[in-house]
């Protein structure tokens, strides 16, 4: 594994020191603020298991650590208020997951997208009504992260292409290894249009220096750009006036997080678990004409949990959450401690587009980002590792029985305890493919709706050792959207 560059100060000299360990020591940052009327590419360094603090990612899940969830929260402030100087981005693009896998499981990069979410609640956006027209539908904190695949773009072995039909070419994310050298694509396509502003790009070191270095010799700045990896608190700029010139700007946010999972700054009120009436299914071998399918598996527990809040009202859907869905997030760890004990985390892959009814700047389509992020500080608390379902689109007619075949069906999941994290209609449609294998000669029981107002319900679908099924919805995570704040905790 590559190693950062670890610099260590004694009195005036600074020396290389082999094997040296201590954190390095860094200069006060005085940079200024970005000018808006310059169009400001940011380019947020991500850790990965190659370049990193030591302690931001967990060496066994390459995803971050509470460590690095930390300094992701604290990097938000820095970058909102010391770079921007408080103002509003324009785009957020971060690292396609499923193009850096890193572990011998091929778990995903999801710690570049969780590592720019805490700046995306940072920032406010407006969607106006269907067609672009009138005034906003609302204005809420929240912004998209461009993290999807491109139609007739090339993606990874075993990730779905993205649906032609539902084209996304403005949300657009950045792949690992800048196949065809799309990265360099998209950037040219923000400087064509010549819109002032601040476009923040997430990703790792690697995709970084190449998109940096790439895009100063086929523009012809002939800027000094960095060399090697310093350390996880620099954030890059290159500011382009309107003239043409280009600088270099650099920032040290000095950040020195700690190594504890973060506290949310006020509590998040626990409530009783009565947002839907009570249910409970079953279908056992033998009774009322059920019979086991071949293939079910065994001695699994699959609890089913909503993304965070993304509606402050109808309609309105940028692909991500909002803020009252950052508090959520944040705090799933302890609102489920000594309820569930999963052994792995699963959810849709966040590459991939959900269609919208409403516009902004006229794109209606963006990337579907919130149920993995829902979930990913789950993960981080409790060190588990976190599995994207790529290989099918979500939003495919055969969805719900792909999704119910995966889980539930040929053994890769016997004798586990899942958490997954989905979008809230699907459920019921996803249960009802289980069901109906139950029932193959026979009417299987009728899934209940999953109301549009509830995000707090946990529905466990447990298999027995003989493949018997059981779902209900006794549990819930505890926590009243009524009550989460409509503006993002502040750390």
Not at 17 to 25: H, M
Not at 138 to 149: E, L, V
Not at 173 to 194: A, P, Q, R, S, Y
């Amino acid at each position: 594994m590559k190693r950062m560059t670890i610099i260590c100060s004694l009195v005036l000299i600074v020396a290389l020191l082999a094997g040296c360990t201590v954190k390095p020591v860094a200069s006060p940052n005085t940079t200024a603020a970005l000018s808006a009327n310059n169009i400001n590419l940011i380019f947020v360094v991500s850790p990965d298991l190659a370049y990193q603090a030591p302690g931001d990612v967990n060496a066994d899940t390459a995803n971050l650590s509470n460590q690095g969830l930390q300094r992701s929260l604290l990097m938000a402030t820095y970058l909102k208020q010391q770079v921007l100087g408080t103002k509003n981005v324009n785009r957020i693009y971060a690292l396609e997951p499923m193009t850096h896998l890193q572990t011998a499981k091929n778990l995903p990069d999801m710690a570049a997208i969780g590592y720019i979410q805490q700046f995306a609640m940072l920032n406010q956006i407006p969607l106006t009504a269907l067609g672009g027209y009138g005034s906003p539908l609302t204005t809420a904190n929240s912004y998209p992260i461009n993290a999807s695949y491109v139609p007739g773009k090339p993606v990874p072995a075993g990730v779905a292409a993205p649906d032609p039909l539902t084209p996304c070419t403005t949300c657009q994310g950045l792949d690992f290894n800048d196949t065809g050298k799309i990265n360099e694509g998209f950037v040219g396509v923000i400087l064509k249009v010549n819109y002032p502003g601040f476009y923040v790009f997430s990703a790792p070191w690697e995709t970084i220096n190449a998109l940096m270095a790439n895009l100063n010799q086929q523009m012809g700045y002939k800027l000094d750009l960095p060399a090697a990896y310093i350390g996880p608190n620099m954030i890059y700029a290159i500011s382009i006036a309107p003239s043409g010139s280009a600088s270099l700007v650099t920032y040290n946010s000095n950040l020195d997080p700690p190594a504890t999972y973060p506290v949310l700054p006020a509590p998040v009120a626990n409530t009783a678990c009565n947002a839907q009436k009570p249910f409970s299914l079953t279908a056992s071998n033998g009774v009322d004409s059920a019979k086991i399918p071949g293939g079910a598996n065994t001695n699994e527990t699959v609890y089913m949990i909503r993304h965070a809040e993304a509606h402050p009202v109808s309609g309105w859907d940028d692909g991500n959450f909002v803020a009252a869905g950052q508090w959520r997030a944040l705090a799933l760890a302890n609102a489920l401690h000594g309820k569930i004990n999963p052994t792995e985390v699963w959810s849709i892959d966040p590459a991939q587009v959900a269609p919208n009814d409403y516009y902004i700047a006229g794109n209606i389509n963006f990337s579907y980002v919130r149920t993995s992020l829902t979930v990913e500080p789950y993960a981080i608390a409790n060190n588990l590792p976190f599995y994207l379902v790529s290989d099918f689109e979500l939003m495919a007619p055969d969805s719900p029985k792909l999704t119910s075949d995966r889980f539930f069906s040929g053994g890769a999941f016997s004798n586990k305890t899942i958490l997954l994290a989905w979008e809230h209609d699907h459920f019921p449609p996803i249960l009802s493919a289980l069901l109906a294998s139950y029932f193959p000669a026979g009417k299987p029981p009728t899934s209940p709706d999953w109301p549009d107002s509830d995000y707090d319900t946990i529905w466990a679908v447990t298999l027995d050792a003989q493949g018997n099924l059981t779902v209900n919805n006794t549990l819930c995570e505890g926590i009243d959207s009524a009550k989460l704040s409509v503006t993002a905790p502040q750390f």
